[in-house]
């Protein structure tokens, strides 16, 4: 649904401070980037053939150790010693499920907005779908491509262990649908309701069913 008033606010300032979106057209933009090669092909290309070549890696981290570094060498060098920690089998994992994410959330939000018309939602949530298809096996896969994404490119930040054990945590209860309105059937605002807040809070399940429909 199309929001109004306070929401729009809300929204229209997340997109322009998080991803410098203004505009539906900027919008539409960035969502066939993700949908055609995203931070995934950021990674493939910039970073991946540094797993080809360990002294090459060592090499570079320990150029840039060495040298004054602006804000964008920082944010290669802490990228580059994620490569060679493998952390969060960064090097592993299919990374496509960060780009697939991101599509949905930048498409609900256009479509809060009123910058996509339903046609348009509706055919990035079909590729979206098409994309997690072609890219996993199965929801746990999908997961742990998730996690491996946020980790690799989220910035450097004094929160970023608490913001990674919290997502980590997240991702468990919604595999494992616990607690029962957190899991992975939780997809579907009751019928009626007009979502409170962004982003929605999703239930899928009766106060006082206990059980878990999976």
């Known amino acids: 649904m199309v929001e109004y008033g306070r929401g729009i606010e809300e929204l229209s300032g997340w997109l322009e401070g998080h991803y410098g979106l203004g505009n539906a057209e900027m919008l539409t ?3 066939d980037f993700l949908r055609d090669a995203g931070d995934r092909d950021e990674y493939l290309i910039n970073y991946g053939p540094y797993t080809l070549n360990r002294s090459r890696l060592d090499n570079e981290i320990a150029v840039l150790e060495s ?3 602006g804000d964008d060498e920082q944010v290669h060098l802490d990228r580059l010693r994620r490569v060679r920690d493998n952390e969060a089998r960064c090097n ?3 990374m496509a499920a960060w780009d ?4 949905v959330d930048l498409a609900i939000a256009g479509r809060q907005l009123g910058w996509l018309d339903e046609v348009a939602f509706t055919a990035y949530l079909d590729t979206a779908y098409d994309m997690a298809r072609d890219h996993y096996g199965s929801w746990k896969e999908y997961a742990r491509g998730l996690f491996a994404g946020y980790a690799f490119f989220m910035g450097d930040t004094d929160q970023r262990d608490s913001f990674l054990r919290g997502f980590r945590d997240a991702l468990i209860q919604w595999l494992t649908a616990a607690p029962p309105l957190a899991g992975a059937w ?4 009751f019928p009626g309701a007009r979502p ?6 999703h239930l899928d399940i009766l106060s006082g ?3 878990t429909l999976h």
């Open 29 to 31: 933009g960035f969502l």
């Open 196 to 201: 409170g807040h962004w982003p929605a809070l």
């Open 67 to 69: 040298a004054e570094r």
């Open 100 to 103: 697939i994410a991101q599509m």
């Open 186 to 189: 939780s997809s579907l605002d």
């Open 209 to 211: 069913d206990a059980r």
């Open 92 to 94: 592993e994992l299919d």
